[in-house]
C-alpha cells in the first residue's frame, strides 16, 4: 500500500534553515507528482510546493525564493529545503501525493520558527 513516511522538521530560530524529507513507497514514485503541504493552528492546510515528475516545480507566494522542493527517484524521496525561515512558516507540514483518485498523506512533522 502506499506509504509515505516523513522526517525532519523541528525548532529553529528565524533565518535558520530546515530540510524535510518524505520516503514514499507503494507506488511508481517517478511518474508521481509530489506535494508539500502545511497547517498552521487555527488555519486551513495550503500547498505550499509541488514538483511534477518530469522536475518542474511550483511555490505559493509566501515561499518563492527560500523554500526549494527536489526529488531523488532513486531513493523514492521528496525534499524541502527550507532556508530564510519566519515565524509565519510554523506549521504542521506534510507530504501528499494523489494516485488513481485516492490522496495519501505523511504522517505530518512540526516546524517551528522561534526565537
Known amino acids: 500500500q502506499v506509504q509515505l513516511m516523513q522526517s525532519g522538521g523541528g525548532l529553529v530560530q528565524p533565518g535558520g534553515s530546515l530540510r524535510l524529507s518524505c520516503a514514499a513507497s507503494?507506488?511508481?514514485?517517478?511518474?508521481?507528482?509530489m506535494n508539500w503541504y502545511r497547517q498552521a493552528p487555527g488555519k486551513q492546510r495550503e500547498l505550499v510546493a509541488t514538483?511534477?515528475?518530469?522536475?518542474?516545480?511550483n511555490y505559493v507566494d509566501s515561499v518563492k525564493g527560500r523554500f526549494t522542493i527536489s526529488r531523488d527517484n532513486v531513493k523514492s524521496t521528496v525534499y524541502l529545503q527550507m532556508n530564510s525561515l519566519k515565524p509565519e512558516d510554523t506549521a504542521v507540514y506534510y507530504c501528499?501525493?494523489?494516485?488513481?483518485?485516492?490522496?495519501?498523506w505523511g504522517q505530518g512533522t512540526q516546524v517551528t520558527v522561534s526565537s
Open positions: 501528499y501525493v494523489a494516485r488513481r483518485g485516492f490522496g495519501y
Open positions: 507503494g507506488f511508481t514514485f517517478s511518474i508521481s507528482d
Open positions: 514538483i511534477t515528475s518530469g522536475g518542474r516545480e
